[in-house]
């Protein structure tokens, strides 16, 4: 029998490793992807007079919703922008495992706690189209700041403390409204079924947006407006991923697998875990339902609010549910052990066949809630869902070992458990050697616990984690002698100067003009990212993008469209015409090119050490007025 001391050892030591696993799932990786766009929201905090002309602020941008730019442009401020990238991307999965551990622990305990943080942290984290976006997000954005507050308000709404619950929702309102929306909405409505009486306030809460929209008030206003065909075009062609009814069958599949999970769990689970389980499905349900309307109504605002997202909230539910389901219902019945190993096998085969045997499974489990007797199912059962498992299990390893060959392509420390293991879901396997642990667990003593707990955590985690973070796979940022080699460019070029840099050769030309250069950015994919909120930013985007055609096709198409068209087509050879169609914008005033273009004078050229990449600057006031080609 274990002391309250050794208890409590066993507790700490196993979250550390949990951590740790966290962390290898979630590889240090600096600046990427939208962490792009959430930097430069914080240079503009910090230098206004530069950044608010660039395209990505000019005429307004998501930035006016969220708290989080001022904060991030303190911590740069503070440690510098290297520094505060690193610490922040920590904070940031630290609050998110400390998040969902508090909610867990307001649901569960024991066995089930244990196996629902294990299979979050190892489990596929990605919803909605093309694995472009996913819970707990290891680089810096304020959605898994967010997303790890809103946790903390659902276990205290869980756990009716309703003070606390009200105060972190709003501050995840504040930090990212779209990713807080989903939980605020989850809270409200499991509070409103506690107790009917309670209705009353959600629809006082209906009334106020009600009249909110009559008087116009923004943002509501927009909820009476209609976006114009060129805007609505140019916006789903930029990111279709906002519409679900564009999604391919592949990202569908997952999602109905994930609310079969939670309709088992309404179904099995009790009075308090049954409500919160139901107003997560319906506030899921509800989401999407919005943004189909969204589509067929061209509401700027339903689109803007992007309300699919609401998907992040339910699949981690979807995974404790499961977690929940087996460590309650294993032993009670021969009918919830086939439900079990059923959805197993379809979380196995989650975008393919895995849908259809989770409505099996959900079916099988009505069926038995149906029955007041335990049921008894025959022996060819049994054999088709063994059948079904050994099929998985194939399955799943077949995948395994084209994951592994498929990560020679990267460096192995730095890309394999994240873009590999990871993503596709092959970090499952540690859930078999969690169960062998907790089967063993009595037969380790509590030191032999400790430390392989401590050295995993070591090994895996802290060490593993940072030094990810300088390798070859961290684009940004960049180091000190990096920037300090552009700063002979940068003595060139004033501060009221945008620069279109040549996407030739990498995928960065916003951010080497925002870090590197420390000016505006004439125009990028990364700019055009937030044209849904805009219909100026969109259409003066689509404008730029055709002015720098002649030096780039690949940018031209890139900026404004999702998934260019892929050719092997030569590019044709920028010349000097090409710099002079360019440079008649007036407001383009310089143009870094990752190459020399013929019979054009460049301003200044160097070479990145680092990177071994000569880059030429050119001053388009050489080129106004000379000889343009018809």
């Not at 895995?354 to 025959?378: D, F, H, I, M, R």
Request: charged share 15%; with cysteine.
């Amino acid at each position: 029998m274990q002391t309250q001391p050794q208890r409590t050892l066993h507790h700490a030591t196993a979250l550390a490793a949990l951590f740790a696993l966290w962390l290898w799932a979630h590889p240090y990786a600096g600046l990427y992807h939208d962490a792009k766009i959430y930097v430069v929201q914080a240079l503009y905090h910090l230098q206004p007079q530069i950044f608010s002309q660039d395209l990505f602020f000019f005429y307004g941008s998501q930035d006016k919703y969220t708290l989080f730019s001022g904060f991030y442009a303190q911590a740069i401020n503070v440690l510098g922008l290297s520094q505060a990238v690193l610490v922040l991307t920590l904070l940031g999965q630290s609050l998110w495992f400390a998040g969902v551990t508090w909610l867990l622990s307001r649901l569960a305990s024991g066995f089930v706690f244990w196996l629902a943080l294990a299979f979050i942290a190892v489990s596929p984290r990605f919803y909605g189209s093309d694995q472009i976006f996913s819970y707990g997000e290891y680089y810096i954005t304020p959605r898994v700041f967010a997303e790890s507050l809103g946790l903390v308000a659902l276990g205290f709404a869980v756990a009716k403390r309703w003070g606390w619950a009200v105060g972190f929702g709003l501050l995840a309102l504040a930090t990212h409204p779209l990713m807080a929306l989903p939980v605020v909405g989850t809270m409200l409505l499991y509070y409103g079924l506690q107790q009917s009486r309670q209705r009353v306030w959600q629809g006082l809460a209906v009334l106020v947006v009600a009249g909110a929209v009559l008087l116009c008030l923004p943002p509501f206003d927009q909820l009476l407006q209609v976006m114009d065909e060129q805007w609505y075009q140019l916006v789903l062609k930029r990111s279709p991923f906002l519409d679900v009814t564009q999604w391919a069958s592949k990202d569908w599949m997952p999602v109905l697998v994930n609310f079969c999970l939670l309709g088992v769990g309404v179904l099995a689970a009790d009075a308090r875990l049954k409500k919160l389980l139901l107003a997560v499905v319906i506030v899921s349900v509800l989401g999407l339902a919005l943004n189909v309307l969204a589509i067929m109504l061209k509401n700027p605002l339903l689109l803007q609010l992007q309300t699919w997202r609401c998907l992040w909230l339910s699949q981690c539910m979807a995974y404790f549910t499961f977690a929940w389901f087996i460590g309650t219902y294993w032993r009670r019945s021969e009918v919830a052990r086939a439900v079990v190993l059923v959805l197993v096998c379809a979380w196995l085969m989650r975008e393919s066949l895995g849908a259809l045997l989770a409505v099996l499974a959900l079916a099988a489990w009505v069926w038995q809630s149906l029955n007041t007797t335990e049921q008894t199912l025959p022996r060819s059962v049994w054999i088709g869902v063994y059948l079904l498992l050994f099929q998985s299990l194939v399955w799943f390893v077949l995948d395994l070992q084209f994951n592994i060959r498929l990560a020679g392509m990267f460096d192995f420390r730095g890309r394999l458990a994240d873009q590999m293991f990871f993503k596709y879901g092959s970090g499952i396997i540690v859930i078999p050697v969690f169960l062998l642990i907790w089967r063993f667990r009595s037969k380790l003593t509590a030191w032999v616990s400790v430390l392989m707990a401590f050295m995993t955590a070591i090994t895996l985690g802290f060490v593993l984690w940072d030094g990810w973070g300088k390798q070859d796979t961290v684009a940004f940022p960049r180091s000190a002698l990096a920037v300090g080699q552009f700063a002979a460019f940068r003595q060139l070029i004033p501060e009221d100067s945008n620069v279109y840099w040549d996407w030739r050769t990498n995928d960065e030309n916003a951010i080497n003009v925002w870090l590197l250069l420390g000016r505006r950015s004439y125009i990028s994919s990364a700019q055009t990212a937030g044209i849904v909120f805009n219909r100026q930013t969109a259409i003066e985007a689509l404008r730029r993008t055709g002015q720098i055609y002649p030096l780039s096709q690949r940018d031209y198409t890139r900026a404004m469209t999702w998934k260019p068209p892929q050719t092997d087509a030569v590019p044709p050879k920028v010349t000097k015409d090409s710099l002079i169609l360019a440079c008649q914008d007036p407001i383009l005033n310089f143009v870094v090119f990752n190459g020399a273009i013929a019979n054009a004078t460049e301003l200044a050229h160097l070479t990145d050490i680092e990177q071994s990449q000569t880059y030429y600057l050119y001053d388009c006031n050489s080129f106004v007025g000379q000889h343009k080609p018809l």
